[in-house]
Structure formats: structure tokens, C-alpha cells
Nanobody, 113 residues
């Protein structure tokens, strides 16, 4: 089982990034999937959850209206589209399967001018 995040980068405030998490060893359609982030010196916090079929997508209040989580079943992956980024979005972003406690290695996002 493996989760591999990618897409993190240095971006200016107001910019956008698209993070990807590719899963292997299991099929994402069977599981809720989550994005978390951890800023320097802070705890890891939930950013968004994409549910299995029929569930409800959840977003943390601090990303509502700016971030969109989606699934690419053909690639067995989940996507986090991040728009209107601010320096407060600087963090390592992790992919997670909550019911299995699977975690990726994270991808670094830095928002700075």
C-alpha cells in the first residue's frame, strides 16, 4: 500500500496549485480519502475529505471557496485544487485513508512573495 503526493511548490500569494495523491495497493473507490496539512510548529489538521459514493465532501472552514477536492478513478488518485493561496496555506500537505491510517510522505507547499 502506498500513497504518493505531488504538486507542491513555491507559489506567490493569490496563486494556484494542484496537488495529486496517487494510491497503489488498494482501490480508492472503497474508501473515504482525506487531505491534511501541517504548518511549521503546528499540529496536522484536516483540510478536506472526499467520500465514497453517496457521501458528502467536507472542507475545513479556512479553505472553503478556495480549495476543491476531487477523485480521478482512472488514475486511482485524489486531487486538491488550491486557488487564492495565502501565506497561511504554507504547509506540508498529506494524503490519508482514515479507516486504514494510511499516510503519504507529504508534499511541501510554500506561499510567499
Amino acid at each position: 500500500v502506498q500513497l504518493v503526493e505531488s504538486g507542491g511548490d513555491l507559489v506567490q500569494p493569490g496563486g494556484s496549485l494542484r496537488l495529486s495523491c496517487i494510491a497503489s495497493g488498494f482501490t480508492i473507490s472503497n474508501y473515504n480519502m482525506r487531505w491534511y496539512r501541517q504548518a511549521p510548529g503546528e499540529e496536522r489538521v484536516l483540510v478536506a475529505q472526499t467520500p465514497t459514493f453517496g457521501g458528502t465532501i467536507l472542507y475545513a472552514d479556512f479553505v472553503k471557496g478556495r480549495f476543491t477536492v476531487s477523485r480521478d478513478y482512472a488514475k486511482n488518485s485524489i486531487i486538491l485544487q488550491m486557488n487564492s493561496l495565502t501565506p497561511e496555506d504554507t504547509a506540508i500537505y498529506y494524503c490519508n485513508v482514515p479507516t486504514k491510517n494510511y499516510w503519504g510522505q507529504g508534499t511541501q507547499v510554500i506561499v510567499s512573495s
